[in-house]
C-alpha cells in the first residue's frame, strides 16, 4: 500500500531526474588564480567565450585565468567623458554660439538691469 502512494513534492523541489542515460554537454575546466593565492576551476560549455576574468569563489576577489589572453588594450583604454562625446559631436565654435544663445536668453530673463553686460556677448556671437 505504502508503495503505491503517490511521492509528495513541493513547488521547486529539486528533481528526481539523475544523470543515467543522460549525453551531458561537452564542457571544460578553467582554471583561475585569485590574487590573493586561490585557485580554482569553472566548468564552461565547450563552445562557451571564456571569460578572462571570474570572481574568486573564496574571496571575492577578481580572479585570472590563463586560458585567455588578457584584453589589457581594451581596458586600458580610458572611458570617454561627457566633454568627449561632447567634442565628437560639436566643435568648440559651435559651443560659443550656443553658449551666446544662451546667455542672450538668460539675459534677456533677467531684463534691461544686465543689458550692458549683454552687449559684449553679442559682440563675440558676430566675431
Ligand atoms: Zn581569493
Known amino acids: 500500500m505504502a508503495e503505491r502512494a503517490l511521492r509528495g513534492t513541493r513547488l521547486g523541489a529539486t528533481s528526481y531526474e539523475n544523470d543515467r542515460n543522460t549525453d551531458l554537454a561537452p564542457r571544460r575546466d578553467v582554471a583561475f588564480d585569485c590574487p590573493k593565492g586561490h585557485h580554482f576551476t569553472v566548468p564552461f560549455a565547450a563552445e562557451a567565450e571564456i571569460p578572462a576574468v571570474w570572481e574568486c569563489r573564496v ?5 585570472l585565468t590563463a586560458a ?9 583604454k580610458p572611458p570617454r567623458s561627457h566633454w568627449d562625446m561632447l ?13 551666446a ?7 534677456e530673463r533677467r531684463g534691461l538691469a544686465d543689458a550692458t553686460q549683454a552687449a559684449p556677448a553679442v559682440q563675440r556671437k558676430s566675431a
Do not use: H, N, S
Open 59 to 63: 574571496c571575492g576577489a577578481t580572479a
Open 68 to 76: 585567455v589572453d588578457l584584453p589589457a588594450q581594451k581596458k586600458a
Open 87 to 99: 567634442m565628437e559631436r560639436r566643435t568648440i565654435a559651435d559651443l560659443e554660439e550656443v553658449l
Open 101 to 107: 544663445e544662451r546667455l542672450a536668453v538668460i539675459r
